[in-house]
């Protein structure tokens, strides 16, 4: 049974960066792509990111690209989301995901995701 925890979420100022992290239980983390997601109010849930199994690839949101970093340890069996230069327009609840195969390779498709964290409140005023 694999559980995932978010944390480091937090209340910051446009501009200041934050790191996240993703804990995840089981001792077969490492074999499995990872992925972030978040959700602003009275949106859908929108893909930020995701991490090869490996660590080798990574993927971004354009809306993303060039301030966040994801990255992951597999020997803490953790995954990382560094977000910097953060704008209002970041402001949701953020959650990190297990990706599961499911034909071609879909790291923007929530739907190719089987376990996911609780979530953690990401808030920059302005």
């Known amino acids: 049974q694999v559980q995932l925890l978010e944390s480091g979420g937090g209340l910051v100022q446009a501009g200041d960066s934050l790191r996240l992290s993703c804990a995840a239980s089981?001792?077969?983390?490492?074999?499995?792509?990872m992925g972030w997601f978040r959700q602003a109010p009275g949106k859908e849930r929108e893909f930020v990111a995701a991490?090869?199994?490996?660590?080798?690839?990574?993927y971004y949101a354009d809306s993303v690209k060039g301030r966040f970093t994801i990255s992951r340890d597999n020997a803490k069996n953790t995954v990382y989301l560094q977000m910097n230069s953060l704008k209002p327009e970041d402001t949701a609840v953020y959650y990190c995901?297990?990706?599961?195969?499911?034909?071609?390779?879909?790291?923007?498709?929530?739907?190719?995701?089987?376990?996911w964290g609780q979530g953690t409140q990401v808030t920059v005023s302005s």
């Open positions: 995901a297990r990706y599961i195969a499911g034909g071609s390779l879909r790291y923007e498709w929530a739907e190719r995701y089987d376990i």
């Open positions: 089981g001792r077969t983390f490492s074999s499995y792509a």
């Open positions: 991490i090869s199994w490996s660590g080798g690839s990574t």
